[in-house]
């Protein structure tokens, strides 16, 4: 679990000018090159790698190198030295470097690019030293170095791999196998153009080179440009640095084990680094932000961050909490913890229990001899009795604990715990849902049945091969880069080099990384069509739905599922539900206000007026928060009143708190809640509704009807104190 050391690394691109020679309607092999560097530097950067990269050109009008001395090492310039890369390198890919105007001995250039990884990585640790080096062999190379320059390579380690707009084994047909079948792969896709003389010599050398280094492998390590451009399509993942966590496991009082767990698995989430800047200049520093809080009054008076409070909303009411009250409220941890709770079957930990965001390998601490035994005794004891162990967990004293298992993993490099967390008891969704067995017309016939098993054999992801032993994962998702992130890597790379230009469209690599595999998907095609024949589709009519004044002021911003209309129920429908919650309901509350006074009213002795007041009092609150969504609860308790008005002959009561509730709108500028009582037609109960209504369909009407504006000059309204009591106009 050692940390991976950082690498430096040297792109040394020849820019002679033979390079930049080209048919009509080919890329150069310079730009060829140099799109594979960018895309090199590209996954650097975004990969946020800590290797250092040095640029090296050969091929240039100038010579700035150390080596350099009367005839020695003309025309190769070090472009940058080591360092991160960049932004401002791959600006230089683009931008800066250009065609050269001479040739130079890509040997030469080679031992430039060792000289520089010796200095400039002196005294310091890297894991690696590596040259790569971009040429189409055009100019002249002399072997005469080429011992002594093998010779160093092998001494201090120094890789090296060669990039060509050709394959490296096109002027010959022997040579390593592996190579020549991965050639092959692209052979067809390269210009059938004749290599020169020239080319074919450095050919020889290069192959010379790279068998001597490494006579099973080193052929391999000479790509060309177009198969370089596909591996490096993909953005690299950012490399992360793995932290141990120390910890004790404790099984009981006296048994304690030392531990080191890591990361296995866990959620890699985009980096919050975005920023607000502005727009013309593009800079952080020209932008301020400042934050203020305003009563909500006609004056908006501002006040002091240091006056204000957190709430939590609890209903319609508000339930003040401060940051004391959240510290003392949260669970206090002694220290971190990793406590064995007890065992249990394997079998008895469903799949779908596993929960949280990581999974942790847990391992004996390094260079402990007794808890690597302990540790080890542990394991195989629980893999032997198919057991697991229930484990409470807190990283620190400021987390709060999980309960999770921990499972033996047993593997011939090492062996650990697997840890994932459980859920509690809140976190489990029980579903109960109809069974499809009970109903005929959901039972299907065995060609259906067969039909649907054909479908899922063709659609098998794991191929056997044919010795029956061999399997083959046609679809890995551990292999596959997260599209997302591929996409948004493309993008900023674009607005960085083309800031004023729209975004390119998605490159065509993103789009076929989640689609079915080309064999499964002609495999398939035909139980398809089978399943098509049997499971037939028919298009059935919908019926229109007449839209409510709830669907017409709803509030579109708001998320979460559509409010359900409320069912109501008959005189003697059934109301099971209700009666059974009737012991519990004691008062009209605001969750559900509605439901509650529905209840309340109908119990043995309930004082209808009473529990009227009390809606009364719910439709004032609702009225005072404002907005659509409590607008909808105050007209849902306003139905509910009227329908158990007429129901336990209470006309006159409802008829008074309607009358009192259409002079309070009116006083209190809620004009656009009145439109919703006129928009689902809620008035006056009438006498062909009721026997105790002395109001007349007509008055009913007009009574929703809209004012007439007077001329006259009104009287200013007093808009301060609180909400009128509608109670008080209420007849017994």
Known sequence: ??????????????????????????????????????????????????????????????????????????????????????????????????????????????????????????????????????????????????????????????????????????????????????????????????????????????????????????????????????????????????????????????????????????????????????????RKDDVQKETVYCLNDDDETEVQKDDTIQGFRYGSDIVPFSKEDEEQMKYKTEAKCFSVLGFSRSSQIQRHYYMGNQVLKVFAAKDDENAAVAFSALVHALDELKVVAIVRYAYDRRCNPQVGVAFPYIKDAYECLIYVQLPYMEDLRQYLFSSLKNNKKCIPTADQLSAVDSLIDSMNLVCEDDDGETFEDLFKPSKIPNPHFQRLYQCLQHKAFHPNEPLPPIEQHILEMLEMPRVVKERCQAPLEKVKALFPLREVGKKKEEKTAQDIFKDNSEDGPKPKKLKIEDEEGSFSIMKLAEGNVTSVGSVNPGEDFRILVRQKNADFKDVSQQLINRIDQFLENKGSRYYMKGINCIRVFREEAIKLSKVQCFNDFLQALKSKVEDKALADFWEIVIQDRISLITKDEAEGSLVTSEEAEKFLAPKEKKNETLPPTDEGGDVDDLVSTIKT
């Open 1 to 282: 679990m050692a940390r991976s050391g950082k690498a430096a690394i040297v792109l040394c691109l020849d820019v002679g000018f033979p390079m930049s020679n080209s048919a009509f309607g080919e890329e150069s092999s310079l730009e060829q090159a140099k799109k594979v560097m960018t895309k090199f530097v590209q996954r650097q950067v975004f990969a946020e790698s800590k290797d250092e990269v040095a640029v090296v050109l050969f091929g240039t009008g100038g010579t700035r190198n150390a080596l350099a001395s009367g005839d020695q090492y003309q025309n190769i310039t070090v472009h940058r030295s080591l360092m991160l890369p960049d932004f401002d390198l791959l600006e230089d890919i683009q931008d800066t470097i250009k065609p050269g105007s001479e040739q130079a001995d890509f040997l030469d250039a080679i031992i430039v690019c060792m000289d520089l990884l010796q200095n400039e990585t002196l005294g310091k640790k890297y894991e690696k030293r590596h040259i790569e080096l971009f040429t189409d062999l055009s100019s002249p190379v002399s072997e005469d170095q080429l011992e002594i320059i093998i010779a160093n390579l092998k001494k201090t380690g120094i890789s090296i791999q060669f990039f060509l707009p050709f394959p490296g084994d096109v002027d010959d047909g022997g040579g390593d196998t592996s190579a020549s079948e991965r050639s092959q792969m692209h052979r067809n896709s390269f210009p059938k153009k004749a290599l020169t003389e020239q080319q074919k010599e450095g050919i020889h050398v290069v192959r010379k080179l790279m068998h001597t280094l490494d006579e099973e492998g080193g052929l391999e390590e000479i790509y060309t440009f177009r198969e370089s451009l596909e591996r490096l399509s993909m953005f690299k993942k950012i490399e992360r640095r793995p932290m141990a966590w120390p910890c004790q496991l404790t099984i009981g009082s006296n048994l304690s084990i030392r531990i080191v767990a890591y990361k296995s698995v866990t959620e890699e989430k985009v980096k919050k680094i975005w920023t607000v800047v502005d727009a013309k200049t593009l």
